[in-house]
């Protein structure tokens, strides 16, 4: 797809931080926006400031992704729209502690907004995006997908999975003419590192949200498949890449190694 053209927008998570960059982002690049969150007051709030500021049209549908039934609801837009042929899985959460500190509760939200929503709303836009032969999904990751040395508990493993989910849609969907991009941030100032108990100012590196969402959109037009905008070298990403892949034909054995004596 190309990354000017004008389709509709739908992006989640669009009522503060990353998302809501987004949203201002792709209203002044002409898209027109379905904004999905579940705080409706601040929604109106983005979608009334963007109509006016830009001139497009922008429609927002209030949705908890952790509750099924309204998981259902935006799926069916999902599917039902033809003029949405963008999709930004952004929304997500972290939670305080430890995987000992996590209770079952806790854990399953998480999973649910995490990992359930983004697999199952780019399951749900994709046949779409395939029969039309374009369009894109955006998947908001994180840099913990590769470094869960960085932060304590379940929160790493989810954006993981959305990084290896983005790399399954990019194999299954890029030869049939849909970009897929997976982002990966580092500590970016959001409302997220209040949400979880932290004073955002003592967070290191941390970098501004319009920074982050701008060069993410600068990897989103050069094509990258992943785009990781805290890392300067290129170089150490492709080399890592380059080493996960040289491990592939060593998993075609039919024996066990040797070390294992068997
Ligand atoms: N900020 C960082 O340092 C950082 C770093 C790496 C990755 N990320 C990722 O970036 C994404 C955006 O986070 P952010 O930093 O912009 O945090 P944020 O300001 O807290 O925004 C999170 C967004 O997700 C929405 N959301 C939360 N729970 C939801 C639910 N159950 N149903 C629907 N929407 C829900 C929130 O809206 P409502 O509360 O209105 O529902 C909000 O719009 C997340 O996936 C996060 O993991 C952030």
Redesign the pocket.
């Known amino acids: 797809m190309s990354a000017s053209r004008p389709t509709t927008a739908l992006v ?9 960059t987004y949203a201002d982002r792709l209203a002044r690049r002409g898209h027109g926006l379905v904004l ?4 409706g007051d ?1 929604l109106d709030a983005l979608a009334a400031r963007l109509r006016s500021e830009t001139g497009v049209a922008v429609e927002t549908l209030v ?4 509750d099924a039934a309204a998981l259902a609801r935006v799926e069916r837009r999902l599917r039902d729209d033809a003029a949405i042929g963008l999709l930004v899985n ?5 939670l305080p502690g430890g995987i000992a500190d996590q209770g079952p509760d806790a854990i399953e939200g998480l999973i649910r ?2 990992v359930t929503a983004p697999a199952r709303l780019a399951a749900a836009v994709l046949p779409r995006l395939i029969a039309a032969g374009e369009g894109a999904i955006i998947n ?5 997908a590769v470094a869960p040395e960085a932060m304590p508990g379940i929160y790493p493993a989810t ?1 993981s999975f959305v990084l290896t989910l983005s790399q399954s849609l990019a194999l299954e969907a890029g030869p049939r003419g849909v970009y897929v991009q997976a982002v990966l ?4 100032r ?4 209040s ?1 979880t108990g932290h004073a955002v100012d003592s967070v290191p590196g941390l970098m501004e ?1 319009g920074d982050l969402v701008d060069a993410a959109l600068v990897g989103f037009d050069r094509g990258e498949a992943v785009t990781v905008p805290p890392l300067h070298d290129e170089a150490q990403w492709n080399a890592f890449s380059a080493a996960r892949l040289a491990l592939l034909p060593g998993f075609r054995q039919s024996r066990p190694a040797p070390r294992y004596g068997v």
Request: proline share 2%.
């Open positions: 989640t998570g669009a009522s503060s931080g990353i998302g809501a999905v969150a579940r705080s601040r949705a908890d992704l952790a952004n929304a997500g959460s972290a907004l995490n908001v990751a994180s840099v913990l954006k941030p580092a500590a970016t959001t409302e997220i590192w949400k949200v």
